[in-house]
């Protein structure tokens, strides 16, 4: 498949098919991360920034490490190095970054539309590694992988829920996009507070008690919980919302059986799941990590060589 | 007694010379007239003639921001809109909540625009804008203020705001509120609905604009003491309006012309243009305001012109500073209801120039014998592109830039005077 996109910035613009193809892509990169040499060629020469104006290890780390397995150059720019905080603004900060002849930006930004934004001004690609509450393309992808290899590609009629704080969730967002194009049923369980607003109109069905929300469920991914929403009013307590909406086994007593737990990390233990459930068999927690590294391979790659010959892979 | 005639326009559908003398109408006369050689004509080309227009909602940014605007460019922009007045928000730099302030502003308009558009400074209510303490209002109002607001910043303490519009009645002035409850508006960038939910911004209710909308409706009505809603967005506004006009209680709003024509899905893609506080709401909103500006609910339509340099508005949607640059724009915008039956021509003449006369007290023209020879000429057919070199605002920050308008302002007379003319004569 030629890879005609210019940039990633959220699920809406891929086609069944090119989800599909990054999957098929990834696939060949896990198998290439379990070599004992872990590095291919095909990159070599390309550059990648990896812009982060909001702080984020595992993500960072996540593309830094795929950039680097295919040989590419990866830099970092965060926000403490960078001259945002000096009042310069992100267009003029993006066109600076552009001059030095970047192939790939990656950018994590707290402001929605921020990627969208940059892509106007830029000419090389930019991959959205999280936009404020608006969208998180390649975690929905990883969590995409993940599932596509326990279900064997099979999302027709599976039972998704997406538990805790839809509303400021940029995961729950591309989660609930990708899944439902794939053909999930979508269920999201979240206190009114952590709802988005115009929540009927979207794809899912909405539940706000957990047992409820589990029956015959294929999986759950547990979203994190930034604990400053009590702060803000849209909570009484930390512990109370444990009570109500923290993921654990009872919950999963009416769920179907061979039911998957997920979490994109970094996990609050016994606020959003407990901690036995994270560490159980059931848990995809760590392979949704090594999923990450993988399709964060497989789109650094479609988007830095384009249109060229996929077979590339297998030569280099 | 100086004399001048504007041949052939049409007032009211009928075709015909205006007549004006000493700086005053003097008569429209019907049909062709004979015309002396000695008479002081101007070739209406076919234009319609309006009074000129009133905008009681503008921020000029002077003092303070002058690379938005100045005095002298907003009301470049303004005599280019058709307005021969414009009321202008306090919040400059320094607040306008002292006379040197006020002196300032007229005086910028002496320099540059002698003969109109005129700006007529709206002081601040509380000092700096603050909320806390009362500004000096007589002392404003002696300065040349022709009401008092805290727009942008509005008064959240309730028995402040109540001392406030007694104190401004003692002085006969008026109180413009921005309704806003700024605990249910924080952060917010856009309506709060199915959009922000799906872009991921944060959202302000209609009810953060309506419930403060009720509080001052209660508030005139238990002082019986006049307040006036400033840049109306929501159904729920219009329907407490309606019910507090319905019982006399002497409440009076205004509406801009963005909220007549533009919904929510302008800011679709995160198009900062189209970022304004309140935000542009949902269809039921904009149709709920049509009916309202149809029905005299709201019987002003103000701009709120808000300009913004390029630079500021290119940024994150987020980070973006709120206001669409109106001035230019307002009139043709407002010709598109006229011309989808929504209104008529004379109520737009109402909206945009009788009621903001006759509730801030200046002189209303109807045409009569003796008003004041303050109107302008429109080609109703004439179509023109929004772009940055044909608007005169220094600021081009108006969702309709790019697109290309029918109705355009021909010529600006203020007091007899042509301050601006695009008919090519000399
Ligand atoms: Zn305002």
Same mark, same amino acid.
């Given at each position: 498949?030629n ?26 990169f ?5 070599r ?10 390309k ?67 921020s ?10 690609s ?20 993940t ?8 999302f ?8 805790g704080?839809i ?36 794809p ?25 929403r ?12 444990a ?19 997920m979490?994109p ?25 090594e ?23 297998q030569?280099? | 007694?100086a ?31 004979s ?16 009074p ?15 690379? $938005?605007?100045?005095?002298n460019? %907003? /009301? ?6 058709? &307005?021969? @007045?414009? !009321?202008?928000? *306090? ?9 040197a ?10 320099v ?23 500004a ?9 203020? $022709?009401?008092?607001?805290?727009? %942008? /910043? ?6 402040? &705001?109540? @001392?406030? !519009?007694?104190? *401004?009645?003692?002085?006969d ?8 409850d ?38 005139a ?7 006036h809603?400033?840049h ?30 533009w919904?929510?899905?302008a ?10 506080n ?73 909206l ?30 004439k ?16 969702p309709c ?9 021909m ?16």
């Amino acid at each position: 498949m030629n890879w005609t996109h210019k940039d990633l910035l959220d699920i809406e613009s891929l086609s069944i098919e090119e989800i599909q193809h990054i999957f098929h892509t990834s696939s060949r990169f896990i198998e290439i991360n379990s070599r004992s040499i872990k590095k291919v060629p095909i990159l070599k020469g390309k550059s990648v920034v990896l812009f982060f104006a909001e702080p984020s290890t595992r993500t960072k780390t996540s593309f830094d490490m795929a950039a680097k397995r295919l040989s590419a150059d990866s830099f970092s720019l965060a926000t403490s190095g960078s001259s945002l905080k000096k009042g310069e603004s992100l267009k003029d900060t993006v066109l600076t970054l552009q001059a030095m002849k970047p192939d790939v930006i990656v950018m994590r930004h707290n402001l929605s539309g921020s990627a969208g934004f940059i892509s106007k001004h830029l000419k090389c690609s930019v991959i959205n590694a999280g936009d404020g509450w608006h969208a998180h393309p390649t975690q929905a992808l990883l969590d995409g992988l993940t599932l596509n290899q326990v279900w064997h590609s099979n999302f027709t009629g599976k039972n998704l829920l997406l538990l805790g704080d839809i509303a400021h969730s940029r995961v729950a967002r591309s989660d609930i996009k990708l899944f439902t194009r794939l053909g999930c049923n979508v269920r999201i369980c979240a206190p009114r507070t952590l709802q988005p607003s115009g929540v009927d109109t979207w794809p899912v069905k909405v539940y706000n008690n957990l047992i409820d929300a589990c029956k015959g469920v294929d999986a759950v991914i547990s979203l994190r919980l930034q604990l400053e929403r009590q702060k803000a009013g849209l909570l009484p307590d930390i512990r109370e919302y444990a009570s109500r909406y923290c993921l654990s086994r009872h919950h999963l007593c009416n769920a179907g059986p061979d039911v998957r737990v997920m979490h994109p990390g970094p996990i609050n233990r016994g606020i959003e799941i407990s901690s036995e459930l994270a560490d159980s068999k059931d848990s995809l927690i760590l392979d949704q990590v090594e999923s990450g590294v993988a399709v964060r391979m497989a789109l650094l790659f479609l988007y830095c060589t384009g249109n060229k010959n996929e077979q590339e892979i297998q030569e280099d | 007694m100086a004399t001048l005639k504007i041949t052939n326009v049409f007032l009211n559908d009928q075709s015909g010379t205006l007549i004006i003398k000493d700086n005053t109408i003097d008569s429209f006369v019907q049909g062709r007239m004979s015309l002396d050689s000695s008479d002081n004509t101007f070739d209406g080309k076919g234009c319609t003639i309006m009074p000129g227009l009133i905008d009681v909602h503008v921020h000029l940014r002077e003092p303070g921001f002058e690379y $938005k605007e100045d005095i002298n460019s %907003g /009301l470049g922009a303004a005599a280019g809109g058709g &307005f021969s @007045r414009v !009321m202008a928000m *306090a919040n400059t730099a320094p607040v306008n909540d002292n006379s040197a302030v006020t002196k300032l502003m007229l005086e910028k308009n002496q320099v540059h625009h002698p003969y109109g558009p005129y700006v007529h400074p709206v002081g601040a209510l509380t000092r700096n804008l603050q909320g806390k303490e009362l500004a000096p209002l007589a002392e404003l109002k002696d300065a040349g203020c $022709k009401a008092f607001s805290n727009d %942008g /910043l509005p008064v959240q303490d309730n028995e402040l &705001f109540r @001392r406030a !519009m007694e104190y *401004a009645s003692d002085l006969d002035m008026l109180v413009i509120d921005h309704c806003e409850d700024s605990y249910l508006a924080a952060d917010g960038v856009m309506n709060e609905g199915r959009l922000s939910g799906y872009l991921g911004l944060k959202g302000i209710p209609t009810t953060a604009e309506s419930m403060q909308a009720a509080r001052d409706i209660l508030l005139a009505a238990y002082l019986d003491t006049p307040v006036h809603l400033a840049h109306i967005s929501c159904e729920e506004s219009v329907e407490l309006i309606a019910w507090a006009r319905e019982k006399s209680i002497p409440v009076t709003a205004e509406t801009c012309p963005h909220y007549l024509v533009w919904d929510e899905e302008a800011v679709q893609g995160y198009n900062t243009l189209a970022k304004v506080n309140p935000p542009l709401r949902t269809k039921k909103d904009v149709l709920a305001l049509r009916h309202a500006v149809k029905s005299g609910v709201i019987s002003i339509i103000a701009t709120d012109h808000a300009p913004h340099a390029d630079f500021e508005k290119e940024v994150p949607f987020a980070q973006a500073p709120n206001g669409i640059s109106g001035l230019d724009t307002a009139l043709s915008i407002c010709l598109q209801l006229v011309r989808d039956g929504v209104i008529n021509l004379s109520d737009l003449c109402g909206l945009m120039s009788h009621n903001p006369a006759q509730l801030f007290g200046f002189p209303v023209n109807r045409f009569s014998k003796g008003d004041p020879a303050d109107f302008i000429l429109v080609d109703m057919e004439k179509k023109w592109k929004v772009t940055s070199e044909s608007m005169l605002s220094k600021s081009k920050n108006t969702p309709c830039l790019g697109q290309t308008l029918q109705g355009r302002v021909m010529a600006n007379y203020i007091g007899g005077q042509k301050v601006l003319s695009r008919l090519d004569h000399s």
